[in-house]
């Protein structure tokens, strides 16, 4: 890249080229945008968004523009905005307010075309709230409560299109176990069962056949190489192998074999560059090439050739190096 960044987003636009989005830079965050071009591996700037952001979400919409919302600022104070990219004219748009300020949120395209944002911190607690912006109406709405504060969670998409959220921080101190699903009919939560261990900073992953595989993640204490897959037919966990290594902060990519590269991160012993695959047929773990850099917060995206881009994160300082993984 052209600027060392972490806590970063990196989106995929329905061109093939990737969109990274603020983070933080040496000396803090940063309304800076890059485009990467993968067919000449180019790295051009954009137009900056009109506010800095660190911890905020990307979502690609169904027209292809990119709604960056939420996160805090250089100095740290939490941001209800938002803000639209349009591929096209590569310019910045801002458009409504969220009702909460938020970071450590998720934010989840639905089948529909809405944006689901769920919980998230506002500068005082972790939140239960939940709230969807429609794109066509430039509106927010009231998505419901769900029953746990949270944030540093996880959101997936599952299948049948309601939403499997997973653990994240009470505070940001402690985790918590449990999950809950977003039912986008109803506008309903419904608790779908407790984790064996408590997580945030994990990751998830859908896989093939519909399940989500969970995977490390820290309990406040403790860095987890601990995995766990939720069946949304039946609704139950299972505990599935241990990875080699602990790690939290790491990346988790589904592969077109179906299998799930989990890469970097940190654990209690320091920054990470191994990665492992794990196995859905055989539900075991073998591990997989290193990375060139240590690296945790990174981002990462799959291209449309299937290979897959690992963008700058952190060693002790912001990182603007990046990695091509060759499946």
Same mark, same amino acid.
């Not at 952001?53 to 100095?75: A, C, E, F, M, P």
């Not at 449990?178 to 998830?204: F, L």
């Not at 093939?208 to 987890?224: A, E, I, P």
């Given at each position: 890249?052209?600027?060392?960044?972490?806590?970063?987003?990196?989106?995929?636009?329905?061109?093939?080229?990737?969109?990274?989005?603020?983070?933080?830079?040496?000396?803090?965050?940063?309304?800076?945008?890059?485009?990467?071009?993968?067919?000449?591996?180019?790295?051009?700037?954009?137009?900056?968004?009109?506010?800095?952001?660190?911890?905020?979400?990307?979502?690609?919409?169904?027209?292809?523009?990119?709604?960056?919302?939420?996160?805090?600022?250089?100095?740290?104070?939490?941001?209800?905005?938002?803000?639209?990219?349009?591929?096209?004219?590569?310019?910045?748009?801002?458009?409504?307010?969220?009702?909460?300020?938020?970071?450590?949120?998720?934010?989840?395209?639905?089948?529909? +075309? *809405? $944006? !689901?944002? #769920? %919980?998230?911190?506002?500068?005082? @607690?972790?939140? &239960?709230? /939940?709230?969807? =912006?429609?794109?066509?109406?430039?509106?927010?709405?009231?998505?419901?409560?769900?029953?746990?504060?949270?944030?540093?969670?996880?959101?997936?998409?599952?299948?049948?299109?309601?939403?499997?959220?997973?653990?994240?921080?009470?505070?940001?101190?402690?985790?918590?176990?449990?999950?809950?699903?977003?039912?986008?009919?109803?506008?309903?939560?419904?608790?779908?069962?407790?984790?064996?261990?408590?997580?945030?900073?994990?990751?998830?992953?859908?896989?093939?056949? +519909? *399940? $989500? !595989?969970? #995977? %490390?993640?820290?309990?406040?204490? @403790?860095?987890? &190489?601990? /995995?766990?897959? =939720?069946?949304?037919?039946?609704?139950?966990?299972?505990?599935?192998?241990?990875?080699?290594?602990?790690?939290?902060?790491?990346?988790?990519?589904?592969?077109?074999?179906?299998?799930?590269?989990?890469?970097?991160?940190?654990?209690?012993?320091?920054?990470?560059?191994?990665?492992?695959?794990?196995?859905?047929?055989?539900?075991?773990?073998?591990?997989?090439?290193?990375?060139?850099?240590?690296?945790?917060?990174?981002?990462?995206?799959?291209?449309?050739?299937?290979?897959?881009?690992?963008?700058? %994160?952190?060693?002790?300082?912001?990182?603007?190096?990046?990695?091509?993984?060759?499946?």
């Amino acid at each position: 890249m052209k600027t060392s960044r972490q806590k970063i987003t990196a989106s995929r636009l329905l061109t093939g080229q990737v969109l990274v989005v603020g983070g933080t830079e040496e000396d803090g965050a940063t309304n800076t945008t890059e485009l990467y071009d993968p067919l000449s591996g180019n790295w051009t700037s954009v137009t900056d968004m009109s506010s800095a952001r660190q911890y905020h979400t990307t979502s690609v919409l169904s027209n292809g523009k990119v709604l960056v919302i939420g996160g805090d600022t250089i100095y740290y104070n939490i941001m209800n905005t938002a803000e639209l990219y349009d591929p096209s004219s590569k310019k910045w748009t801002n458009v409504a307010n969220m009702t909460a300020s938020r970071r450590y949120h998720t934010a989840t395209v639905l089948t529909n +075309g *809405k $944006v !689901l944002v #769920v %919980g998230g911190y506002n500068g005082s @607690v972790a939140q &239960n709230t /939940a709230e969807l =912006y429609d794109p066509l109406s430039n509106n927010w709405i009231d998505a419901g409560n769900m029953g746990s504060r949270r944030e540093q969670h996880t959101a997936s998409l599952l299948s049948d299109g309601k939403v499997l959220i997973v653990g994240g921080g009470i505070n940001h101190f402690t985790a918590g176990n449990s999950a809950e699903i977003y039912d986008p009919s109803s506008r309903k939560w419904t608790n779908v069962g407790n984790m064996s261990i408590a997580r945030m900073y994990h990751t998830a992953s859908v896989l093939l056949d +519909g *399940k $989500v !595989l969970v #995977v %490390g993640g820290y309990n406040g204490s @403790v860095t987890h &190489n601990t /995995a766990e897959l =939720y069946d949304p037919s039946s609704r139950q966990w299972t505990n599935v192998a241990n990875m080699t290594t602990s790690r939290s902060l790491h990346t988790a990519t589904v592969l077109s074999d179906g299998k799930v590269l989990v890469v970097g991160g940190e654990n209690n012993a320091g920054w990470l560059d191994t990665a492992e695959l794990y196995d859905p047929s055989s539900r075991s773990w073998t591990p997989a090439a290193r990375m060139t850099y240590l690296r945790s917060e990174a981002a990462v995206v799959t291209l449309l050739d299937g290979n897959i881009l690992m963008i700058g %994160g952190s060693y002790r300082n912001p990182l603007k190096s990046v990695e091509l993984y060759y499946p």
